[in-house]
């Protein structure tokens, strides 16, 4: 696979290349979305449920509003989200995170938050460890839509991709 080939070519570690692997699983699980927004907050809500689980710190899911996205592009913000979560399940040491979708005019917005101990952005391109904060801008790209992280140390995270829910002509 020319991604995980990629992934391993830049350095990374055994449990890098196993977590590639599982999420390359998941993409192709999820492939199935259909352009249907109550699938994707489907594949969300089962997304957080697994990091709840495994994470054990507590998540406040809300959707507001609606849109709908093509499968391909559904599949890609579960993945994001999925890697934003995983990012502060590793890193942040979070006491709450909020997951937000909002949907209005023309937009999707999808918000993970965390109130954890936050990060020096300038520090993701230089640093191999930031890897799933590259890919997810990659993923974000490919399909359509924008990725922002916002973040400081002390302050926590904020990840916000957007999608475009407007025809393009």
């Known amino acids: 696979d020319p991604e995980a080939a990629s992934f ?38 089962g997304c957080i449920e697994s990091f ?18 093509p499968g391909e592009a559904q599949a890609q913000a579960v993945l994001i ?12 040491q979070a006491h709450s995170v909020q997951v937000k979708v909002l949907g209005d005019s ?10 954890g101990v936050g990060f020096d952005l300038q520090t993701i391109g230089a640093d191999r460890r ?3 904060t590259i890919l997810m801008h990659e993923r974000a790209q490919r399909s359509g839509g924008s990725l922002i992280i916002d973040s400081q140390p002390g302050r926590g995270t904020q990840v916000t991709l957007t999608y475009s829910t407007t025809a393009q002509p």
């Not at 999420?23 to 809500?45: E, N």
């Not at 709840?52 to 996205?69: D, H, N």
């Not at 999925?82 to 890193?91: D, F, K, P």
Request: no cysteine; net charge negative; charged share 15%.
């Open 8 to 45: 391993v070519h830049l350095g990374a570690t055994s449990q890098d290349v196993v977590d590639t692997a599982l999420v390359l699983q998941l993409q192709r699980a999820t492939s199935f979305l259909l352009a249907d927004s109550r699938r994707l907050v489907t594949a969300l809500a």
């Open 106 to 115: 023309g937009t999707l917005r999808i918000i993970v938050q965390d109130d």
């Open 81 to 92: 989200v999925r890697e934003a979560l995983n990012n502060v399940a590793r890193h942040a």
């Open 52 to 69: 709840t689980q495994t994470a054990l710190t507590p998540v406040e899911f809300s959707v507001a509003g609606a849109g709908a996205l």
């Open 130 to 132: 930031h890897l799933g």
